[in-house]
C-alpha cells in the first residue's frame, strides 16, 4: 500500500521531525536558564544553557560547564531527561505516550516515526516503539545496578544510586555526560576510573549495546543469534563493529605506548585504555585518559573512528557502520569489474553506493568547512578544530579541551554541527529542500572518464 508521505498544511516528515527536535532543545533550553537550573542560583546565559541543551538531545556530550559542578539536580535531570529523549528518539516517546493513551496513530505519524529511527518499512512501527521502550527501560536499569555495585560504596547509597542511573543512560544513549567533575575534577569524564575493569566493561557494554541499534538487537532475538540467519544488515553491524573495536584498540595501542597519555599505566592498563577509547570515540563521549595528552596520529585515527559512528537505527551518530561498509565493498566491487555490489551472498541495491557517497560527502563537506572556520576564528590548529566538528556532528562529544573556550560562532557552529549529526545529514537535506516531480523523461546520455 503506498502511503502519503505528506501531510498537512503541505509539512513533510521530514521538516516535522527536524523542528521536532529544535522544539525540545529549545524547551531543555529554557529551563536551564532558570535560576534553580545552577548550583549559585544565579542564570545560566541562554547561549550556553542553549549549548548544553542541543548536547543533550543530540546525545553529543560537548559542554561548555562541568554537569555536575556547574548545574543543580533540578540541572542535572533536566540533561538526562532529555539525553533519554534525544537518545531513544522524540518520536519514540511521544508514539508511547499515545499508544498508553489508546489513541489511534496515523499513517502520517507513523511515517514520522519511520523516519526518526529509521526504520526500514512503515509497517510495524507501533510493535517497534513498544519494542524499544521496554528494552531501554529494561538495559538502563540492568546498567544501573551493576553499577550500583562500585558506587555505592564509592559514594553512598542515596548518591551512589543516583549516579549509577545517570551513567547507565547516558552511556546507553551515547550521550557521555558524566557527574564525575566533583571527585576527580571538572570536565575530568573517567580519568580516575582508567584502572577499573569493572566499570569499564559495564559502560563499554552499554555503549555497544546502545551503537548497535534496536533492529540488530531484535534480529538477533529473532534468530536465537544465528549469524546465518541474521539480516544482511545486522551481519554488516556485527562484523564490522566487532572489527572497529578491536581493530581500533590495537592502532590506539600502538600508536600511544610509550607515550605521554599511557605514561605510568600497566600493560594491562594500556590495553583497557585503547579498548575503551576505541569503543567510545565512535559515539560515547566519554575518555579515560587525556585526550588532549594524545600524538597527533592517535587524535587522527580516533577521528577516522568517530566518523564511522556505530549502527542505523540506534543511538549513535557518524556516517555509520553500513555506509561504510557499502563504500569499502563498492571499491572491491570497481577493482573485480562486478556489476553488482554483494556481501554475506546477498546483493544489494543498485542505488545504495549513491546515498552511501552522499552521506559520507556531507560529513567530509561539513566538518571540514566547519573546521577551517573555527580553525581561523578561534586560532587553534587544524586537526584540534577537526578533532572537535568530527565530534559534533559525529554526536560523540570528546574533546580537546577548546569547546569551553569557543568564541560565539563557533560555538553556534558546533549546535549546527550536533542538530545535523543528530537528525541525519540526508534528513536536514530533505527538510530544506523543495520537493519536485520526477520528470518521465531523461536527457541525452553523454560519457565522462573518472579517476
Known amino acids: 500500500m503506498k502511503v502519503n508521505r505528506k501531510i498537512n498544511m503541505d509539512i513533510s516528515p521530514t521538516k516535522l521531525l527536524l523542528g521536532g527536535y529544535c522544539m525540545i532543545i529549545l524547551i531543555g533550553a529554557i529551563l536551564l536558564t532558570l535560576p534553580i537550573a545552577s548550583r549559585t542560583g544565579e542564570s545560566t ?28 539536580l533540578f540541572g542535572q535531570l533536566v540533561i538526562i531527561g532529555l ?45 517497534m516503539t513498544k519494542f524499544i521502550a521496554l528494552g531501554t527501560a529494561v538495559i538502563e536499569l540492568i546498567g544501573a545496578i551493576l553499577l550500583s555495585f562500585s558506587f555505592i560504596p564509592k559514594f ?10 545517570f551513567h547507565s543512560i547516558s552511556a546507553f544513549c551515547n550521550a557521555g555526560f558524566d557527574l564525575m567533575g566533583g571527585t576527580t575534577g571538572e570536565c575530568s569524564s573517567l580519568v580516575g576510573m582508567a584502572d577499573d575493569w569493572y566499570v569499564n566493561i559495564i559502560i563499554m557494554s552499554l555503549i555497544v549495546i546502545g551503537g548497535l541499534g534496536f533492529f540488530v538487537w531484535r534480529d538477533l532475538g529473532i534468530k536465537k543469534f544465528r549469524f546465518s540467519r541474521l ?34 599505566m600497566s600493560v594491562s592498563e594500556k590495553i583497557l585504555a585503547s579498548l575503551f577509547q ?45 555506509t561504510f561498509w557499502v563504500l569499502c565493498v563498492s571499491i572491491f566491487t570497481t577493482f573485480r569489474r562486478k556489476k553488482n555490489i554483494e556481501a554475506f551472498g546477498r546483493r544489494m541495491e543498485e542505488n545504495i553506493t549513491r546515498t552511501a557517497s552522499c552521506v559520507f560527502m556531507i560529513y567530509l563537506l561539513m566538518t571540514t568547512s566547519s573546521a577551517v572556520v573555527i580553525s581561523a576564528l578561534e586560532n587553534i590548529p587544524i586537526l584540534t578544530a577537526m578533532f572537535e566538528t568530527v565530534s559534533a556532528m559525529a554526536t560523540v562529544g570528546v574533546t580537546l579541551g577548546v569547546t569551553s573556550e569557543l568564541g560565539m560562532i563557533s560555538k553556534w557552529i558546533i549546535i549546527l554541527l550536533m542538530i545535523c549529526g543528530r537528525v541525519g545529514s540526508i534528513t536536514m537535506l530533505l527538510a530544506f529542500s523543495s520537493e519536485k516531480k520526477a520528470r518521465n523523461s531523461r536527457l541525452p546520455l553523454e560519457k565522462i572518464q573518472i579517476g
Not at 544488515?233 to 597519555?261: D, P, T
Open 45 to 72: 546565559p541562554f547561549s550556553d544553557s542553549f549549548f548544553t541543551a542541543t548536547s543533550a538531545t543530540c546525545v553529543t556530550g560537548l559542554i561548555r560547564y562541568d554537569t555536575y559542578t556547574h548545574w543543580s
Open 231 to 264: 539480516n544482511l544488515q545486522s551481519k554488516m553491524v556485527l562484523s564490522l563493529s566487532i572489527g572497529l573495536v578491536f581493530g581500533g584498540a590495537l592502532i590506539l595501542f600502538f600508536l600511544e605506548n610509550g607515550h605521554e597519555a599511557y605514561a605510568g
Open 278 to 322: 576505541s569503543v567510545t570515540v565512535r559515539t560515547a563521549g566519554f575518555n579515560t585518559v587525556d585526550l588532549t595528552a594524545m600524538t597527533e596520529g592517535g587524535i587522527f585515527w580516533m577521528i577516522c573512528l568517530m566518523y564511522v559512528g556505530g549502527s542505523t537505527g540506534s543511538t549513535a551518530g557518524g556516517i555509520k557502520t553500513t
Open 83 to 127: 539525553i533519554q529523549i534525544g537518545g531513544v528518539s522524540f518520536m519514540t516517546v511521544a508514539i508511547l505516550v499515545m499508544v498508553l493513551a489508546k489513541r489511534k496513530i496515523s499513517l502520517s505519524q507513523r511515517a514520522i516515526m519511520q523516519d526518526s529511527i529509521s526504520a526500514p518499512q512503515l509497517g510495524g512501527i507501533v510493535k
Open 156 to 165: 553512598g547509597v542515596a548518591k551512589g544510586i543516583y549516579f549509577s542511573l
